[in-house]
């Protein structure tokens, strides 16, 4: 398989066309956790914090503040999927360490609405740990960044295009897009960052056009049409 053996010259295709062509077709269900991991530098962040994640899950305990709204949250996040369906279920389990421990590893965005869906859909293809860096990653890493003392410039473009698309946006277009799309788009920007994020919503807006109410503003919040999650 072709993916298997850029998988193993990782560091030959890194920064290459053609994985970036391959990235645009799609990653394979089989490999896609190991590839998002890859391109979020997952085990290079572990390494540098070795034994860290671990910690937060115990200051979480006793420190954080959002435990209540955390809990009611993963109650209700992706209840129809198989991995989500019972109530404090291992992959329930799981989304509720990852988030509590992300609200006291960054106290600065600590826990926020959203959080839950994206980190949920980290745990459907990574471990706990590596969904707890990627999510790190995806919220704080310059190329990502939607939170955190790197992501102060890409926070002012994503507010813009959370105006536009509203929640959709802000959960990486979870609600917005059947899920098998929302792969596809979290596989490009996983692989290119927050630069591709206003192709993406134009898109998304012109998949919903048929459904927007006539005489709609120019430059409109979609709240009320577009559709998004409980």
């Known amino acids: 398989d072709k993916w298997l053996k850029m998988l193993k010259k990782w560091g030959k295709y890194r920064n290459s066309e053609k994985m970036h062509r391959r990235v645009y077709k799609g990653i394979p269900l089989q490999v896609r956790g190991q ?7 997952v085990e290079k962040m572990k390494k540098e914090n070795e034994g860290k994640y671990e910690k937060m899950k115990e200051q979480a305990k006793s420190f954080s503040s959002e435990i209540k709204q955390i809990d009611l949250d993963v109650n209700r996040t992706f209840r129809n999927h198989i991995m989500f369906r019972d109530r404090y279920g291992v992959k329930q389990q799981a989304l509720f360490h990852v988030l509590s421990a992300y609200s006291v590893y960054n106290t600065e965005v600590s826990y ?23 999510l790190a990653q995806l919220l704080t ?41 929302t792969l596809r788009l979290w596989d490009i920007y996983i692989l290119e960052g927050e630069r591709v994020l206003t192709a993406m919503a134009y898109t998304i807006l012109k998949l919903h056009k048929s459904k927007a109410p006539a005489g709609l503003p120019a430059c409109p919040t979609l709240r009320g049409w577009c559709p998004v999650g409980p």
């Not at 992501?151 to 897009?177: D, K, N, P, V």
């Open 112 to 134: 926020c609405q959203g959080m839950s869906q994206i980190a949920a859909i980290l745990l459907m293809y990574l471990n706990e740990e590596d969904a707890f860096w990627a």
């Open 35 to 41: 590839v998002w991991s890859l391109l979020l530098d």
């Open 141 to 181: 890493d310059q190329r990502h960044a939607m939170h955190g003392k790197a992501g102060r410039g890409a926070r002012s473009e994503a507010a813009a295009h959370g105006r536009l698309l509203g929640e959709g946006c802000r959960s990486l277009f979870i609600w917005s897009t059947p899920f098998t799309l």
